[in-house]
Every structure is written in structure tokens, then in C-alpha cells.
């Protein structure tokens, strides 16, 4: 399928857990976003990638993981996942020299 | 960093006109963007000013004054489908291809 995805879209667990939110492109976008979303702070970017193995913290790293070892994918790794975490993210990738970010549907997460 | 203020809310009525604002705080301001959320939805492209002025798409039109560090959404004839949230994003120059967003505006068109 052309455009940007994402999975699980939706997740439920446990505090302590660990967990992984994929997200795989097919434009061969360099620029690649995590962002998570709450009520009242809107979206807040995680990490973001430039290129593939350059990776960057954004606002709210803390607890997160990511890497890019492939172009079209950018995982989202929560180490040990707290409650604070639930949240719904996004995943979005833009190309070099233009300004519109493509989103990807979001994954919804609650942890217990 | 970058700080950004929009209206948390705005109602309208169906064919009318709506300004949806936005103020900014950023050094080395490059751009504003808009973007566009459907309740469960994921936020989808507006419009981009990099240059005062309006620049119109549509029904849609987004206006900047980089000198008072605002800029708005202007929304007209109004539709049903145009109840959403729409986010102002600013990008500059500290922040290089990231964009900071604001808080968002739930616009509610009514019949």
C-alpha cells in the first residue's frame, strides 16, 4: 500500500512493559516524526530522522527509543512503559525541500 | 524554543465565515503551517506562508504578518465537514525541518 502506516493501531499494556510502534513509508521520504498527541498540549514531537541511522531527540524523548536502519521504517520503541505514556501517536515523513508533513492514522496505546 | 497561542475553540454557523488566529514566539522564524484533524482522524496539510500576505486555496485562505508574529486561518462558506481541530505549526530556523505546534482549535460549525 502507497503512503504512510502504522501498527498496532491499537494497544493495550501493562506498566513495565515494553513495546514497539512501527511505522514503514513508501516515498522514500529522508525526514521521518514520532509526535504523541494528549488533550490540551497538542502534538509534541518524540524523535525524528533526517536519514536513515540519523536520528534526533524532539521535546518529550524521555522513555522513548527509536532507530532507522531502513529509510521507509522508523519504530518507536517504549522501554518501560508508565501510564503517563498513553497516549496516541503519530508517525509522519516529509521530503527534503518541502514543507508538508504526510501523518500517518495514529496508533492509540493505554497502559494499565 | 518556539511558544504558539490559538483560540482553544470556535463556533460558527453553516455558510458563514470564520478567522481562526494564531500568535507566535520564535526566533529565526521561517515559516507557519496549517493543519487540519477530524475527531480520530490524523492531521492532514493546510497551507504553508513563508512571506506576509494571504495565500488562498479554496475555501481556505491562511494570512501572515511576520512582523507581528501572527498569522490566521480564514475559513469560507462554511460546511458541516469543517468541524475539526486546526493547528498552527511554526518552523525556524533553531529547529531546522521540525515544526512546533500549537495547542489546536476545535472549530464547530452548526446548522
Known amino acids: 500500500d502507497a503512503g504512510i502506516t502504522q501498527s498496532p493501531r491499537y494497544k493495550i499494556t501493562e506498566t513495565g512493559r515494553q513495546v514497539t510502534l512501527m511505522c514503514h513509508q513508501t516515498w522514500s521520504h529522508s525526514y521521518m516524526f514520532w509526535y504523541r498527541q494528549d488533550l490540551g498540549h497538542g502534538l509534541r514531537l518524540i524523535y525524528y530522522?533526517?536519514?536513515?541511522?540519523?536520528?534526533d531527540k524532539g521535546e518529550v524523548p524521555d522513555g522513548y527509543v527509536v532507530s532507522r536502519s531502513k529509510t521507509e521504517n522508523f519504530p518507536l520503541t517504549l522501554e518501560s512503559a508508565t501510564r503517563s505514556q498513553t497516549s496516541v501517536y503519530f508517525c509522519?515523513?516529509?521530503?527534503?525541500?518541502?514543507?508538508?508533513?504526510?501523518f500517518g492514522p495514529g496508533t492509540r496505546l493505554t497502559v494499565t | 524554543g518556539q511558544s504558539l497561542e490559538q483560540p482553544s475553540e470556535v463556533t460558527a454557523v453553516e455558510g458563514a465565515i470564520v478567522q481562526i488566529n494564531c500568535t507566535y514566539q520564535t526566533s529565526g522564524f521561517y515559516g507557519l503551517s496549517w493543519y487540519q484533524q477530524h475527531d480520530g482522524g490524523a492531521p492532514t496539510f493546510l497551507s504553508y506562508?513563508?512571506?506576509?500576505g494571504l495565500e488562498e486555496t479554496g475555501r481556505f485562505s491562511s494570512f501572515l504578518s511576520r512582523s507581528d508574529s501572527y498569522g490566521y486561518l480564514l475559513l469560507q462558506e462554511l460546511q458541516m465537514k469543517d468541524s475539526a481541530s486546526y493547528f498552527c505549526?511554526?518552523?525556524?530556523?533553531?529547529?531546522?525541518?521540525?515544526?512546533?505546534f500549537g495547542t489546536g482549535t476545535r472549530l464547530a460549525v452548526r446548522p
Open positions: 506562508n513563508a512571506l506576509d
Open positions: 505549526a511554526v518552523r525556524a530556523r533553531s529547529s531546522g525541518d521540525k515544526l512546533t
Open positions: 530522522s533526517a536519514a536513515a541511522d540519523i536520528t
Open positions: 509522519a515523513s516529509k521530503g527534503p525541500a518541502i514543507y508538508e508533513q504526510y
